[in-house]
């Protein structure tokens, strides 16, 4: 859920290597080692981006911390409360976060499970842009998961 333009300029080689080559349960198995109080944010931060990669997404949540001491964590955890099918809870944590594209793809997909109101979900469709590549695999989610096959591809 975090970008991958995270530094691992701070990681160990070994969590580096096995990032790279995308064994997260390997590095996640690393950083888990590492005692919790000895844990830097950056390597929090990592272990939130592994474990989202490997569906852990309770874990994810944990490891990105407090929502509010950098409201980008509100969106990185309104994600994995979406994952986890806790809709609303996503919704009051992205409502929270900045004003940006990953919020607006969250609450696009926020108005189809939880009201499915055709205005609101119109409203954020027109947020997105089709020239920004997650933009437009948002969409075409959105197209899949309404059985819109066709307008999917």
């Given at each position: 859920?975090?970008?991958?333009?995270?530094?691992?300029?701070?990681?160990?080689p070994?969590?580096?290597?096995?990032?790279?080559?995308?064994?997260?349960?390997?590095?996640?198995?690393?950083?888990?080692?590492?005692?919790?109080?000895?844990?830097t944010?950056?390597?929090?931060?990592?272990?939130?981006?592994?474990?989202?990669?490997?569906?852990?997404?309770?874990?994810?949540?944990?490891?990105?911390?407090?929502?509010?001491?950098?409201?980008?964590?509100?969106?990185?955890?309104?994600?994995?409360?979406?994952?986890?099918?806790?809709?609303?809870?996503?919704?009051?944590?992205?409502?929270?976060?900045?004003?940006?594209?990953?919020?607006?793809?969250?609450?696009?997909?926020?108005?189809?499970?939880?009201?499915?109101?055709?205005?609101?979900?119109?409203?954020?469709?027109q947020?997105?842009?089709?020239?920004?590549?997650?933009?437009?695999?948002?969409?075409?989610?959105?197209?899949?998961?309404?059985?819109?096959?066709?307008?999917?591809?």
């Amino acid at each position: 859920h975090t970008s991958r333009k995270m530094s691992l300029s701070e990681l160990d080689p070994s969590v580096k290597s096995l990032v790279d080559s995308f064994n997260y349960a390997g590095a996640l198995k690393v950083l888990e080692r590492i005692e919790i109080s000895n844990r830097t944010a950056t390597q929090k931060q990592w272990m939130s981006y592994i474990a989202s990669h490997t569906g852990d997404y309770s874990d994810a949540f944990d490891y990105s911390g407090d929502p509010f001491g950098d409201n980008k964590n509100c969106l990185y955890q309104a994600l994995c409360c979406f994952h986890m099918h806790r809709y609303e809870e996503a919704q009051s944590l992205a409502l929270q976060g900045p004003d940006s594209p990953l919020r607006t793809r969250i609450l696009f997909h926020l108005a189809h499970k939880l009201t499915n109101d055709e205005a609101e979900i119109l409203a954020h469709h027109q947020k997105l842009s089709k020239a920004n590549m997650e933009d437009d695999l948002c969409i075409a989610a959105m197209h899949f998961s309404r059985n819109h096959y066709q307008e999917a591809t």
